[in-house]
């Protein structure tokens, strides 16, 4: 932090970066810490009945004016201040409101989120018996989720709670599935299209029920052998599909081959790009994605920035660059779950992003002064902010990190714009 002074407000000038001493509730700005943009902020600030307020000289332009310079200062009384005083309070009033619908849209996309976990939890847990229904029941959350992708033409990404690490293999399958049908959308392709896509990512992963479940725990590197026998899961998983009988077979590839490379260095079979259908490919990108994301027990798990930056990296000959590229673009260059500063020196970690601006996503801030449960979410546009880099979580201060809470995991569900 930088070295910060305790000044008094006659002292204050345009420039300097303040934290006022009094509660969030008991001003009318919008943050309790921000750069003094017009000699009126510190009329407003004169006004709250307290004699000084923490200047941070690091993130400021300018020194606090000196004692002699503080008693040349005229008030200004050029501003309506009341005026002013009013228009900043009802502004602040309509964002916490604004905030206010933001958490219910993201509350309800939790509920549709948690509740296509739970049917995906229960359609897993009937495949070894009830094969058939186990695949209808999977028919018609893919159906439930395309009517609800194509019915939205402003569409949300949101980050979703951190979960249980013993659920990620649920996790990790609705995400790709989400993503992947997202995705799809995205590229113009038809409803029986992002369906076929949906299923086939649902279950991409199935295989991996009939592997050893101390191979899937393991803490420490695998062996050969026990990376022949992981590599086998897509296999597996198709062998399970095929108690189904009636399982789609464009979904079944997707199954058999989402490991697979277009330049043949892909597993189990080294299949090359003429031997993989479009969906394959597209599942396969995003897997790729989620699992840096969502990674095996030996492995550390990636922000979203840094797996889409290393997904553009390696990508290349292995993975179809087309939907590589479109990924990219639909996630934004910040993805909801990455960490941020600002353009103002606040830290923040984005929430959601609307495909329609991805420079612009919605970022909780850090402020101390405000509860944790009220914490602003912001609108850049709105507030005329900008990201000036991403962090990495770990090298946030403790108290900063348990106020933002950044997700070990990430998981995404998508929602509608609230325009209303």
Same mark, same amino acid.
């Not at 900043?88 to 993201?106: F, H, N």
């Given at each position: ?23 969030? =509730? ?5 943050? &309790? &810490? ?20 923490y200047? @941070? ?12 310079? *503080? ?20 502004y ?15 509350? =309800? ?26 695949? @209808? ?12 992708l194509?019915?939205?033409?402003n ?11 013993s ?57 050969? #052998? ?18 189904a009988? @009636?399982?789609?077979?464009?979904? *079944? ?11 043949? &260095? ?91 601006k991805?420079?612009? #996503? ?5 402020? #101390? ?29 403790e ?8 997700r070990?995991?990430? &998981? ?9």
């Amino acid at each position: 932090m930088g070295k910060s002074l305790f000044v008094s407000v006659q002292q204050l000038q345009v420039g300097n970066y303040v934290r006022l001493p009094v509660s969030w =509730k008991d001003h009318p700005f919008l943050f &309790s &810490s921000f750069k003094l943009k017009q000699q009126a902020q510190i009329e407003l600030i004169k006004k709250l009945g307290i004699d000084a307020v923490y200047v @941070d000289l690091a993130r400021s332009d300018a020194e606090p004016l000196d004692a002699q310079q *503080a008693s040349d200062v005229q008030a200004q009384s050029t501003q309506d201040l009341e005026q002013l005083q009013g228009q900043m309070a009802q502004y602040k009033k309509e964002r916490i409101e604004i905030l206010q619908r933001m958490r219910r849209d993201l509350q =309800k996309t939790e509920e549709h989120f948690s509740r296509s976990l739970a049917r995906m939890r229960n359609l897993i847990g009937k495949l070894r018996n009830r094969p058939l229904n186990a695949v @209808d029941e999977a028919k018609e959350l893919v159906a439930d989720i395309t009517q609800e992708l194509l019915a939205s033409d402003n569409l949300v990404l949101h980050l979703m709670s951190d979960q249980d690490k013993s659920d990620g293999i649920y996790f990790h399958s609705l995400n790709v599935a989400v993503l992947s049908m997202l995705l799809a959308k995205e590229l113009g392709w038809e409803r029986a299209e992002i369906e076929a896509v949906g299923l086939g990512a649902l279950f991409h992963d199935i295989g991996k029920l009939k592997l050893p479940s101390q191979l899937m725990r393991k803490q420490e590197p695998l062996t050969t #052998p026990e990376q022949n026998l992981y590599n086998q899961h897509p296999i597996l998983g198709n062998e399970l599909l095929k108690l189904a009988q @009636d399982f789609p077979t464009a979904s *079944a590839e997707i199954v058999t081959n989402h490991h697979e490379h277009l330049d043949g &260095s892909g597993t189990p079979r080294g299949l090359k790009a003429a031997q993989l259908s479009e969906p394959t490919q597209l599942v396969a990108v995003v897997n790729f994605y989620d699992a840096l994301c969502h990674p095996t027990p030996q492995q550390q798990a990636r922000t979203p920035y840094a797996a889409l930056g290393y997904l553009y990296k390696h990508s290349k000959g292995k993975y179809n660059q087309e939907y590589v590229g479109k990924m990219i673009k639909m996630l934004g260059i910040y993805p909801p779950g990455t960490v941020v500063e600002l353009s103002s020196g606040q830290f923040g970690l984005v929430m959601s992003v609307n495909l329609d601006k991805l420079l612009l #996503p919605r970022i909780l801030v850090y402020d #101390p002064m405000v509860p944790k449960d009220q914490a602003p979410i912001v609108d850049l546009e709105a507030e005329g902010l900008s990201i000036v880099r991403c962090l990495p979580p770990a090298s946030l201060a403790e108290n900063i990190y348990k106020y933002l809470n950044p997700r070990e995991r990430i &998981s995404y569900y998508f929602g509608s714009e609230n325009t209303h």
